[in-house]
Structures are given as structure tokens and as C-alpha cells.
């Protein structure tokens, strides 16, 4: 029965989770953690982690993660684990395959349409919003700790982002390179 809720739930984040990996996050995370408790909210921030250091799209190796670990949560079978990995991130990949099969036939017929040019003006703000509920996930407990739990960890961490952010949008830094010296400063002041 959990395989058949975990190709349901990932078949359906697949199908609703516009804006890429990143926008699908919060889908996962919703799904995972607060309806079906398959893991905690600091193991999915692991599996976000992890999934943003390995190559590949962040959407599909969050997937391949969750549906590892729920599967091996549940039944405490490696083996278990890796099947739920394999339907999940394939249940996550269908919809987008099928979807791209028929879309692309359409679209070269009428990508010029009014209605075609509609429907994409009114997915940019939702893609939006799925963009910036996935920022706001990862803003929390487990990655910059708490004024009332730690003060010194959490202005540490305000300022590390602060600094990272400032210098790729104002100062045109490389993004890589601010990833490395931002966990460069965590690895000296933590």
C-alpha cells in the first residue's frame, strides 16, 4: 500500500509542480513531512541538501531521496528503499514525460494563439509564488538556528546569506564562488 501512496503523491507533484525543481520543494515537503510523516522536517532539509550538491535537476533528486528514505523508514529494507527511490522518482518524471509528448505537438501548431500566450502570463505569478514558498522552507530552525536558541549561530547565519546575497546581486559575484567562500566563513565561525 505505500507504494501505491508514494507513486500517487509523487505522480501528483509530477503534474501540479510548475516552476521546476525548486518550485516542486514545497509540494514535496507538504506531501512528505506534514501529510503522510514519512520524514521529519530536518531530514527533508538533509534531502534538500544533498539533492542541491548532486548533479541533476533539485526536483527529481529530492524524489529519488524522499522516496529512499520513506520506504526505508518504513520497512528498514535497503533493497525496500531503493525500489520506493526508483517509483517515486519515475512517478515524478511521467506526468512532465507524457505532458511534453503532447504539448509539443500542440504548441508548434499554436504557439502563436492569444489563449496559448494567456495561459503562460498566468503561470508566471504561480510559478512565482512556488519559487518563494520553497526560499521561505528553507528559512527555518534547522538552517539558521534561533535568536532565542542561539543568537550567536543565528546572526552568524543572517550574515553569511546577507553578505552572499548582496554580493551576486549588487556586486555581480559569481554565484559558485559566494557558495564557497559563504561555506568557507561556516566552516571558520561555526
Same mark, same amino acid.
Given at each position: ?30 506531501? +512528505?513531512?506534514? %501529510?503522510?510523516?514519512? &520524514?521529519?522536517? !530536518? ?5 534538500? *541538501?544533498?539533492?542541491? $550538491? ?61 489563449? +496559448?500566450?494567456? %495561459?503562460?502570463?498566468? &503561470?508566471?505569478? !504561480? ?5 518563494? *514558498?520553497?526560499?521561505? $522552507? ?53
Amino acid at each position: 500500500m505505500l507504494y501505491v501512496v508514494l507513486f500517487y503523491t509523487f505522480f501528483t507533484i509530477g503534474l501540479f509542480g510548475f516552476g521546476g525543481g525548486y518550485g516542486m520543494l514545497s509540494l514535496i515537503q507538504h506531501d +512528505v513531512v506534514k %501529510v503522510h510523516h514519512w &520524514l521529519s522536517s !530536518a531530514e527533508f532539509t538533509d534531502i534538500v *541538501a544533498i539533492s542541491q $550538491m548532486t548533479p541533476g535537476p533539485i526536483g527529481i533528486n529530492s524524489a529519488t531521496y524522499c522516496g529512499y528514505t520513506a520506504v526505508n523508514n518504513a520497512t528498514g529494507s535497503m533493497l525496500c528503499g531503493v525500489a520506493g527511490s526508483l517509483l517515486a522518482t519515475f512517478a515524478l518524471v511521467l506526468p512532465s514525460f507524457v505532458l511534453m509528448i503532447i504539448i509539443s505537438k500542440m504548441f508548434l501548431k499554436h504557439m502563436k494563439s492569444s489563449v +496559448v500566450q494567456d %495561459v503562460f502570463k498566468c &503561470l508566471r505569478p !504561480a510559478v512565482v509564488g512556488l519559487l518563494a *514558498a520553497a526560499t521561505l $522552507m528553507l528559512c527555518n530552525e534547522e538552517n539558521f538556528s534561533s535568536p532565542q536558541e542561539s543568537p550567536y549561530r543565528f546572526g552568524i547565519s543572517v550574515a553569511i546569506f546577507a553578505v552572499t546575497f548582496l554580493g551576486v546581486k549588487t556586486m555581480h559575484i559569481n554565484p559558485i564562488k559566494m557558495i564557497g567562500c559563504a561555506a568557507l566563513a561556516g566552516l571558520i565561525l561555526f
